[in-house]
């Protein structure tokens, strides 16, 4: 079965930085998507991604793939405390079906 | 896109109850995913719920715990059977959509069992 794994597990940055989060997965991805979820509520999509080198970017979030599609970036500049949550990275399986990772809990102080 | 409500949207329930969760979905789809966030954690995937066949669970889910009814292509039920303060969690169920699109996903069910 398909593992991910993210890190770091949490982060507390401060308003303006720049940050990263990295999800690796076990087997080659076939397409990865990244969610945001406030604290306690329902899941936001952000992106997906499918082919290796891809980049998508919406606002301040930039995703990347990489070229063995293996491992997944998501790069938030300039963090703002609207950015504050938990991000997950789920690889795609049959349908829509997704196996995530364990999630980043990310803080921004102002 | 499709729109997915669930209900209820939060409960509190006492040890050894059950709680039947609805997914209703706003077109007609194949099939449907059940998950369970437990507090601090990510989404696992419980179960698969295609309509007219039994579902298919994960590993370390079983139907008695989490029975599962798909009548027709719009609806699902999860039950959470026997409740205990560990199936004190987030269920959020899902759709299959188009290939290559977002998952979609209901705002979830806030379970508590006291």
């Known amino acids: 079965s398909q593992e991910l794994e993210q890190s770091p597990q949490s982060l507390i940055v401060q308003e303006g930085k720049n940050l990263t989060i990295n999800c690796t997965s076990s087997k080659t991805l076939y397409g990865l998507y990244w969610y945001k979820q406030k604290y306690g509520e329902g899941l936001i999509f952000l992106m997906m991604?499918?082919?290796?080198?891809e980049e998508k970017s919406h606002e301040k979030i930039t995703a990347k793939l990489d070229e063995k599609k293996q491992q997944s970036s998501l790069h938030i500049t300039a963090s703002q405390p609207s950015h504050a949550g938990i991000y997950l990275c789920?690889?795609?399986?049959?349908?829509?079906?997704?196996?995530f990772g364990g999630g980043t809990r990310l803080m921004v102080k102002p | 896109s499709a729109v997915i409500s669930q209900k209820p949207s939060r409960d509190i329930c006492q040890r050894g109850t059950s709680l039947t969760i609805q997914c209703q979905v706003d077109s007609q789809v194949t099939m449907m995913f059940w998950y369970r966030q437990q507090p601090g954690q990510s989404l696992t995937l419980i179960a698969t719920?295609?309509?007219?066949?039994?579902?298919?669970?994960e590993s370390g889910f079983v139907i008695d715990k989490f029975p599962i009814s798909r009548p027709n292509l719009t609806f699902s039920t999860l039950t959470v059977s026997n409740m205990s303060p560990e199936d004190s969690s987030i269920y959020l169920c899902?759709?299959?959509?188009?290939?290559?699109?977002?998952?979609?996903f209901g705002q979830g069910t806030r379970l508590t069992v006291v």
């Open positions: 789920g690889a795609g399986r049959a349908g829509n079906m997704l196996t």
């Open positions: 991604l499918q082919k290796g080198g």
């Open positions: 719920a295609n309509q007219g066949s039994e579902a298919t669970y």
């Open positions: 899902s759709v299959e959509w188009q290939a290559n699109t977002e998952a979609f």
